[in-house]
């Protein structure tokens, strides 16, 4: 059952910023079918989506997300600027990860601007699919990170530990389905 959280208060801070540090992967899943240009083509452009996380408590609170791409180097670099909202908090998220098509690798850093929280990512990636582990640079958040893309679809979910979220999900859908990429 669905519960809106009357309180923005009811919440840590320590789980906003930790929400924050998940969000950052929210839209960095791989498009379904890669080309020889790189894994992260076809991804540039705009994506909105909305989901849930519940909460230790039991409680489950909606979010809202848009997230903007620009991809780069060959389409094995992308910048994510995303912004999710839920009824107790907002979150600004803005990241840059890398993938190493060697080493099937995916390595990055973000930073959330609302609560000034930063910290890395490291995971594997392939066509459709990254699991990653994110982190913060205090060691006080550590999330894992599943991202599945299908077309213009992705399923997000993210395990953080430690904290009083225990779940965050998100269905994301690029609005118009010709994607856009930048490679400078």
Known sequence: MTRRVPNPSRHSISARHSISAALLLV???????????????????PWKGDGSIAWTTGET???????K??????????????????????????????????A?????????????VNGYVTGTASTGAVNAHVEST??????NVTVKTIGAEQS?????????????????KRPDSAAVSTDE
């Open 156 to 172: 997000v979910t993210i395990a953080p530990k430690g904290i009083d979220v225990t779940n965050v999900a998100v269905q994301l």
């Open 61 to 67: 609170e909606r979010m809202r997300c848009n997230a």
């Open 104 to 116: 099937g690798a995916i390595t990055g850093q973000w930073s959330e601007t609302t609560y000034g």
């Open 27 to 45: 839209c960095f899943g791989l498009p379904a079918s890669a080309t020889a240009t790189g894994l992260f083509d076809g991804m540039g452009g």
């Open 138 to 143: 205090d060691h006080r958040f550590k999330a």
């Open 69 to 102: 791409y620009k991809v780069e180097r060959e389409g094995n670099r992308i910048t994510q600027n995303l912004t999710c909202a839920t009824d107790s908090t907002r979150l600004v998220v803005k990241s840059t990860i890398t993938f190493n098509p060697d």
